[in-house]
């Protein structure tokens, strides 16, 4: 028996493809990078962010022009930034970028407001920054097989002497 066009045949087949493509893909779109970040607003008590396209065009526009080399440096602009270098399966989602800046939770001293042990907190407390309302993010592959994953923060965050929350 055949395959038309139009059979149900076809159904399941689709559906296989489908759900691997998303599985290849999971973990890079807006939703994935705002629960991300909302989950560790929501553990300090402080206004769930709100996706920006504004934002995360700035954020696609400077992970290209660091595509070609993917150095971590911070682009400079308006906004509060973090940016990200991860490789592999393992590392390389912007999931993974918000986790890993998240890890850098316990170095942060409330009551000193300050980072410890020697260990920068700075992205951490971005995300968690009371004032940022809104942010944008993306992820591009890089020349050496890399990905560079930026996200911007408005308003920006880590305003020396004030407390992120």
């Known amino acids: ?41 929501a553990e300090v008590g402080v ?3 709100q996706w920006d396209e504004a934002l995360a065009a700035y954020a696609f526009g400077y992970a290209l022009v660091r595509s070609v080399d ?33 890890n850098e939770k316990p170095y942060y001293d409330y009551a000193a407001n300050d980072c410890t042990g020697g260990v920068d907190c700075l992205h951490y407390t971005q995300m968690v920054w009371r004032n940022s309302v809104r942010v944008g993010c993306a992820r591009v592959p890089c020349r050496n097989s890399s990905f560079f994953v930026t996200c911007n923060y408005d308003p920006p965050g880590n305003v020396w002497g004030k407390r992120p929350y």
């Open 47 to 49: 206004q769930l962010l």
């Open 70 to 102: 993917c150095e971590l440096i911070h682009s400079g602009g308006p906004h509060g930034e973090n940016i990200y270098e991860g490789y592999g399966n393992g590392a390389s989602s912007g999931t993974d970028a918000v986790r890993w800046w998240y």
């Open 1 to 41: 028996m055949g395959y038309g066009r139009n059979s149900a045949a076809w159904a399941p087949t689709i559906l296989v493809g489908l759900s691997m493509v998303l599985l290849c893909c999971a973990q890079n779109y807006p939703i994935d990078y705002l629960d991300a970040h909302n989950a560790a607003r």
